[in-house]
């Protein structure tokens, strides 16, 4: 292409070139100020003389055309067009070229870049892997297992080096002492597992396992100061807890408090004592501490002090309260009768009371009513009122009445109370207070008692029993006859017996005492409680007190129902003191105790004669057996010291226990007024053998 061709055909140069020459370079102008719209056009043709040459690449020029070639530098694409040349358009499109050849440097400039920084990575990222099978199945340079390096050694080269640092430690980690107490534990005792694969497998894998970044950020820390990793070691928490539970079997013992007993006569003082607990979160945190160092470490178990509640300085206040208790005897008075309670009555009246503040000895008042009550029945008279017979519809006189007295049961509690409370270094006097009793009965008043109809009767069998026991039943059967019981009064079966003793009738025989046969004064005495207490059921009386035996007693059976036939759980059993039998007399006239004793058949019958109240009738239900239960095996034996060496007697047969459930049902006019449960509940009983013990 001819270099004239080259330049556009509308400029000043084309011009020039073919003689066209303008006015104004014709002939001179006179200089004036350019106008603002030229100034615009200058500013354009300069600065597409800057850029559009570096933009549009310059063609070979012809060697034909090189003395034709143009003044102006080559770089130049084209030459400026005149002002009035260049459109809009065509300035819009020298930018838009002007800004793509921008880009295109900017690109290849960071293209360079690029490049290099991608060359970089990838080397940096290879460095690694590299380094990582140069080191197979070694650790790296600058790993150390708690201060132990291993950089460069194999699997088995660390294993040995593990097994000298710390086999001490591996073979006896602890060991614990406590006083004089020593235990040495070994890492499975404490639910320890030193994992020496996992230790060396975390050491082998240092910087070589992991994504790049990982791994240079693993190489980096080996680089700048090495790394010290600690051995895999794991903690079964629940079964050092355990271990630690099994030492404080060895440690742990409860704190004693002061204690204080009374026993026959004697005031027996127990000092306190601390107690000691061992303290389970602090020895795990101080055995955890000591298995990091992983050196065999000795710990001293950690324990707390437990105080008594009651201490020492209490316990000597209450002793010396005991000891002024029982300073001296309490004479009990009343006329010309005396009792005297020496120290080791008054101790069983006694209790100890203590808590987190105080430790007192003070009178047990059921205790203290029990014995006042036992007292009432050596005190009192009993029935004062003659002793009466109904014979052929008649009442007749047997024993007239007497003057008696009946012991003020709370009166006389409280005078005891206030007494003991004084303390006296001499012998201790209480007055008792009693009831004087006349008898209400004349033989003028005999029709007007209205005793004249049969209200209960009941019945027993005693055959088979042992001489001591029949002797014993007609002396309790003889303090019953002929007894009456007035209008609204309580009826008190261990009163109106008395004192049993030999005075009164009574000889030594066994009877259940605590859940236990021993021998007793009275034994048998039950067989006459039992059939009063059948005659008050069928009679309808209201039962205030009755206990049925502790177990089941085979000769109770005959007769137990009455009309309804044989069966066991209608007995009562009395024990003087603490057990007795008492019914009230709630119709409106008197109530006549009649005995029979028939020594040929062997059974007992009581009666209650008076008038019915309201017509009334009773009827039973029952019975009904629950909670059976086999007798024990094992066989009990009392030792008798009366009897020879030798002499052996059974005096219990094993028998099942059970509890027994009858109803009463009372009907007044033919109504139903009342359905009562009486309950019985006999424990098994074993064997039951008495053996000599004497000379």
């Given at each position: 292409?001819?270099?004239?061709?080259?330049?556009?055909?509308?400029?000043?140069?084309?011009?020039?070139?073919?003689?066209?020459?303008?006015?104004?370079?014709?002939?001179?102008?006179?200089?004036?100020?350019?106008?603002?719209?030229?100034?615009?056009?200058?500013?354009?043709?300069?600065?597409?003389?800057?850029?559009?040459?570096?933009?549009?690449?310059?063609?070979?020029?012809?060697?034909?055309?090189?003395?034709?070639?143009?003044?102006?530098?080559?770089?130049?694409?084209?030459?400026?067009?005149?002002?009035?040349?260049?459109?809009?358009?065509?300035?819009?499109?020298?930018?838009?070229?002007?800004?793509?050849?921008?880009?295109?440097?900017?690109?290849?400039?960071?293209?360079?870049?690029?490049?290099?920084?991608?060359?970089?990575?990838?080397?940096?990222?290879?460095?690694?892997?590299?380094?990582?099978?140069?080191?197979h199945e070694r650790a790296l340079p600058g790993v150390a297992i708690q201060g132990v390096r291993v950089s460069n050694l194999d699997p088995s080269a660390i294993?040995?080096?593990?097994?000298?640092?710390?086999?001490?430690?591996?073979?006896?980690?602890?060991?614990?002492?406590?006083?004089?107490?020593?235990?040495?534990?070994?890492?499975?005792?404490?639910?320890?597992?030193?994992?020496?694969?996992?230790?060396?497998?975390?050491?082998?894998?240092?910087?070589?396992?992991?994504?790049?970044?990982?791994?240079?950020?693993?190489?980096?820390?080996?680089?700048?100061?090495?790394?010290?990793?600690?051995?895999?070691?794991?903690?079964?928490?629940?079964?050092?807890?355990?271990?630690l539970l099994r030492l404080s079997q060895s440690v742990d013992h409860p704190p004693r408090d002061a204690a204080l007993s009374v026993q026959h006569g004697y005031?027996?003082?127990?000092?306190?004592?601390?107690?000691?607990?061992?303290?389970?979160?602090?020895?795990?945190?101080?055995?955890?501490?000591?298995?990091?160092?992983?050196?065999?470490?000795?710990?001293?178990?950690?324990?707390?002090?437990?105080?008594?509640?009651?201490?020492?300085?209490?316990?000597?206040?209450?002793?010396?309260?005991?000891?002024?208790?029982?300073?001296?005897?309490?004479?009990?008075?009343?006329?010309?009768?005396?009792?005297?309670?020496?120290?080791?009555?008054?101790?069983?009246?006694?209790?100890?009371?203590?808590?987190?503040?105080?430790?007192?000895?003070?009178?047990?008042?059921?205790?203290?009513?029990?014995?006042?009550?036992?007292?009432?029945?050596?005190?009192?008279?009993?029935?004062?009122?003659?002793?009466?017979?109904?014979?052929?519809?008649?009442l007749q006189i047997i024993s007239p009445g007497r003057t008696g007295w009946r012991l003020d049961q709370p009166r006389t509690t409280r005078f005891i109370s206030?007494?003991?409370?004084?303390?006296?270094?001499?012998?201790?006097?209480?007055?008792?207070?009693?009831?004087?009793?006349?008898?209400?009965?004349?033989?003028?008043?005999?029709?007007?008692?209205?005793?004249?109809?049969?209200?209960?009767?009941?019945?027993?069998?005693?055959?088979?029993?042992?001489?001591?026991?029949?002797?014993?039943?007609?002396?309790?059967?003889?303090?019953?006859?002929?007894?009456?019981?007035?209008?609204?009064?309580?009826?008190?079966?261990?009163?109106?017996?008395?004192?049993?003793?030999?005075?009164?009738?009574?000889?030594?025989?066994?009877?259940?005492?605590?859940?236990?046969?021993?021998?007793?004064?009275?034994?048998?005495?039950?067989?006459?409680?039992?059939?009063?207490?059948?005659?008050?059921?069928?009679?309808?009386?209201?039962?205030?007190?009755?206990?049925?035996?502790?177990?089941?007693?085979?000769?109770?059976?005959?007769?137990?129902?009455?009309?309804?036939?044989?069966?066991?759980?209608?007995?009562?059993?009395?024990?003087?003191?603490?057990?007795?039998?008492?019914?009230?007399?709630?119709?409106?006239?008197?109530?006549?105790?009649?005995?029979?004793?028939?020594?040929?058949?062997?059974?007992?019958?009581?009666?209650?004669?008076?008038?019915?109240?309201?017509?009334?009738?009773?009827?039973?239900?029952?019975?009904?057996?629950?909670?059976?239960?086999?007798?024990?095996?094992?066989?009990?034996?009392?030792?008798?010291?009366?009897?020879?060496?030798?002499?052996?007697?059974?005096?219990?047969?094993?028998?099942?226990?059970?509890?027994?459930?009858?109803?009463?049902?009372?009907?007044?006019?033919?109504?139903?007024?009342?359905?009562?449960?009486?309950?019985?509940?006999?424990?098994?009983?074993?064997?039951?053998?008495?053996?000599?013990?004497?000379?």
């Amino acid at each position: 292409m001819p270099v004239g061709d080259y330049y556009q055909k509308y400029g000043p140069i084309y011009r020039r070139r073919n003689g066209q020459v303008p006015e104004t370079a014709r002939e001179p102008v006179r200089p004036t100020s350019p106008s603002p719209t030229r100034r615009r056009r200058r500013r354009v043709r300069r600065y597409a003389a800057r850029h559009q040459a570096a933009l549009t690449p310059v063609p070979p020029p012809l060697i034909a055309d090189v003395t034709e070639r143009p003044s102006y530098p080559s770089r130049l694409i084209a030459p400026p067009k005149p002002d009035t040349a260049i459109s809009a358009r065509e300035r819009i499109e020298m930018r838009r070229l002007q800004r793509r050849a921008r880009l295109q440097r900017r690109f290849a400039v960071w293209r360079s870049l690029a490049t290099t920084l991608l060359l970089c990575t990838l080397v940096l990222l290879a460095l690694p892997y590299a380094i990582g099978l140069s080191y197979h199945e070694r650790a790296l340079p600058g790993v150390a297992i708690q201060g132990v390096r291993v950089s460069n050694l194999d699997p088995s080269a660390i294993a040995a080096t593990l097994h000298v640092q710390y086999g001490d430690f591996l073979e006896q980690p602890l060991t614990i002492t406590y006083r004089d107490q020593t235990w040495t534990p070994s890492l499975a005792e404490l639910g320890v597992v030193f994992d020496t694969e996992a230790t060396i497998a975390h050491a082998l894998r240092y910087g070589q396992t992991g994504d790049p970044l990982t791994r240079l950020h693993d190489l980096a820390t080996l680089l700048v100061g090495g790394v010290d990793l600690a051995p895999h070691l794991t903690v079964d928490e629940a079964k050092l807890q355990r271990y630690l539970l099994r030492l404080s079997q060895s440690v742990d013992h409860p704190p004693r408090d002061a204690a204080l007993s009374v026993q026959h006569g004697y005031v027996i003082a127990t000092p306190a004592d601390s107690g000691r607990q061992l303290l389970p979160a602090e020895n795990t945190l101080e055995i955890l501490a000591a298995l990091r160092t992983l050196q065999p470490q000795q710990i001293t178990l950690r324990t707390r002090a437990l105080e008594p509640t009651v201490n020492n300085q209490m316990l000597a206040a209450a002793e010396q309260q005991a000891q002024a208790l029982l300073a001296a005897p309490l004479l009990l008075k009343h006329g010309e009768r005396e009792w005297l309670w020496d120290t080791a009555q008054i101790a069983d009246l006694l209790e100890v009371q203590a808590d987190h503040a105080r430790m007192e000895v003070m009178i047990d008042p059921e205790r203290l009513a029990q014995a006042v009550n036992a007292l009432a029945i050596s005190f009192d008279s009993g029935s004062v009122e003659p002793r009466l017979r109904l014979e052929a519809g008649a009442l007749q006189i047997i024993s007239p009445g007497r003057t008696g007295w009946r012991l003020d049961q709370p009166r006389t509690t409280r005078f005891i109370s206030e007494t003991l409370m004084q303390a006296a270094p001499t012998t201790r006097t209480v007055r008792l207070a009693a009831e004087k009793l006349t008898p209400q009965v004349t033989p003028a008043a005999l029709p007007t008692l209205g005793i004249a109809e049969l209200l209960g009767e009941g019945k027993s069998s005693f055959a088979g029993s042992e001489a001591y026991r029949i002797t014993n039943i007609k002396a309790g059967a003889a303090r019953m006859d002929g007894v009456l019981i007035a209008p609204g009064a309580e009826f008190s079966f261990n009163t109106q017996l008395g004192e049993v003793n030999a005075e009164n009738g009574f000889v030594q025989g066994y009877a259940v005492i605590n859940n236990r046969t021993a021998l007793e004064w009275g034994g048998g005495v039950c067989q006459d409680s039992t059939t009063l207490f059948r005659a008050a059921f069928w009679a309808g009386l209201p039962i205030t007190e009755r206990h049925a035996h502790p177990f089941y007693i085979s000769w109770y059976d005959r007769y137990g129902f009455g009309a309804y036939g044989d069966g066991a759980g209608l007995d009562a059993a009395i024990y003087t003191g603490q057990h007795d039998l008492r019914f009230v007399n709630d119709t409106d006239h008197w109530i006549l105790i009649e005995t029979e004793l028939d020594e040929i058949n062997q059974t007992l019958t009581m009666r209650l004669y008076g008038t019915r109240k309201h017509n009334r009738e009773v009827a039973f239900d029952g019975p009904y057996i629950t909670n059976e239960t086999p007798a024990p095996s094992t066989p009990v034996y009392t030792d008798d010291p009366t009897k020879p060496q030798g002499y052996l007697y059974q005096s219990d047969v094993a028998r099942s226990g059970r509890d027994i459930t009858v109803y009463r049902v009372i009907y007044e006019n033919s109504v139903e007024v009342a359905r009562e449960a009486f309950v019985t509940r006999f424990r098994a009983w074993p064997n039951v053998y008495v053996r000599g013990t004497g000379g």
